[in-house]
């Protein structure tokens, strides 16, 4: 079964960037839409952004437009989310998830990994 591990977290001041990864074992991820969500203290897990597996498009939450741009690399199994001009609000701990459908609603994924805490904070 594929096991999926997020990484690239960690603490970062506002303005600053981040690029998380997702990386897949044990499958593959060509035939995947790969989705990121969040989840804040104390709040729901809302999904972020999605990249489509043969065709690579994107899409973004209004949220993130503009600032977090999601890609992948399915020859490295590697989903990644770089994150720019980061704000307090972003602070959440980060999931990737699979789905053979692709979407914003939770229930379209799969496979989820373990999640990977991002604080922005001065």
């Known amino acids: 079964q594929a096991h999926f591990v997020e990484s690239g977290g960690g603490l970062v001041q506002p303005g600053g960037s981040l690029r998380l990864s997702c990386t897949v074992s044990?499958?593959?991820?060509?035939?995947?839409?790969i989705g990121w969500f969040r989840q804040a203290p104390g709040g729901e897990r809302k999904w972020i952004a999605c990249?489509?597996?043969?065709?690579?498009?994107?899409t973004y939450a209004d949220s993130v437009k503009g600032r977090f741009t999601i890609s992948r690399d399915n020859a490295e199994n590697t989903v990644y989310l770089q994150m720019n001009s980061l704000e307090p609000e972003d602070t959440a701990v980060y999931y990737c998830?699979?789905?053979?459908?692709?979407?914003?609603?939770?229930?379209?994924?799969?496979?989820w990994g373990q999640g990977t805490q991002v604080t922005v904070s001065s």
């Open positions: 990249i489509r597996g043969s065709t690579k498009s994107e």
């Open positions: 998830a699979a789905s053979p459908t692709g979407g914003a609603t939770l229930n379209s994924y799969d496979y």
């Open positions: 044990g499958g593959t991820l060509d035939h995947y839409t």
